[in-house]
């Protein structure tokens, strides 16, 4: 299964803003396949291909809101699609009428798939923290739209921080993961972690259970186990996800992330 690695650009988005192109090139230097945008840091479409086609990279995709792909979804889907992006993740669905919201949404993935591109919905902890219908509201997001009209891009960390369940999710929706998140974190205690996003991006303290990003693999989210999970969803990406640094290199984070996963790959059966 040929499974390709991107580096998110949220957690070195500072740098971003000064020097994309000089991002770029650190990350495909690092041995990244691709990145994961949050923007285009106020570049043209053929720019940024331009930076990624010099680097040998790929744009695994970017993130935009609800409203502005409702709202412009010819712009959005062209710009994308000349960047070379084969996903986008829509953030910030809205929660009220989401039958309305979910005609919409299969509206404008028949646009997207003309473009050659496929929509993702990424959740963070307050999606497993907060209810609907006596659903958490991830899977009431789900279990609501088309699979061919939204696919999960599942994020494990913050799906665990949240209370929920990473192993029911990657077997519920196994056909519906094309990109998964490997966010991992540090807790001494996961009870007293409630929402996290409240004191971020300070550590939490020890009434937080002393919460921290780590990088993939040096925190406590259980990989070993998760991996055939994951593999069994046949995704295409995975991201190696975490969005502090602190006083660390973010940099180095990211190395050691990717060198990580790749060993984690090396050693599943080769029958996979």
């Known amino acids: 299964m ?14 971003c803003e000064r020097d994309l192109a000089a991002v770029l090139h650190r990350l495909a230097q690092i041995g990244f396949d691709g990145v994961e945008f949050l923007g285009f840091f106020g570049h043209s479409a053929q720019q940024v291909r331009a930076m ?5 990279l790929e744009a695994l995709g970017n993130h935009v809101p609800f409203g502005e792909l409702s709202a412009r979804p010819q712009e959005v889907l062209e710009f994308h699609r000349q960047v070379g992006c084969r996903f986008l993740t829509v953030s910030e669905l809205p929660l009220e009428e989401f039958g309305a919201v979910s005609s919409r949404l299969d509206e404008l993935a028949q646009k997207a798939v ?5 929509l993702l919905y990424h959740n963070h902890d307050g999606e497993l923290i907060e209810h609907k219908e006596g659903m958490e509201v991830l899977e009431y997001i789900l279990t609501h739209t088309r699979p061919q009209s939204l696919a999960l891009e599942p994020d494990l960390g913050w799906i665990e921080i949240g209370g929920g369940s990473y ?3 990657l077997k519920a929706f196994a056909d519906r993961c094309p990109v ?3 966010k991992d974190y540090y807790a001494s205690d996961t009870s007293k972690l409630g929402r996290v996003r409240e004191f971020v991006p300070a550590r939490g303290t020890a009434q ?15 990989l070993p186990k998760l991996m055939p999970l994951c593999l069994n969803c046949r995704p295409e990406w995975f991201v190696m996800d975490h969005d502090l ?12 992330s ?3 996963t790749r060993w984690l790959l090396s050693i599943q059966p080769s029958d996979r």
Do not use: C, K, M
């Not at 040929?2 to 988005?13: E, K, T, W």
């Not at 640094?245 to 050691?256: A, G, I, K, M, Q």
């Open 180 to 182: 998964i998140h490997l």
């Open 245 to 256: 640094s602190y006083e660390r290199d973010p940099y180095e984070d990211l190395r050691l």
């Open 52 to 56: 990624l086609d010099r680097e040998g």
């Open 167 to 169: 192993e029911r999710y």
């Open 2 to 15: 040929a499974i390709r690695l991107a580096s998110p650009l949220y957690l070195v988005r500072e740098d």
């Open 208 to 222: 937080r259970g002393h919460f921290e990003f780590r990088p993939t693999g040096y925190g406590i989210l259980n």
């Open 114 to 118: 003309q473009t050659g591109i496929r």
């Open 258 to 260: 990717l060198e990580y």
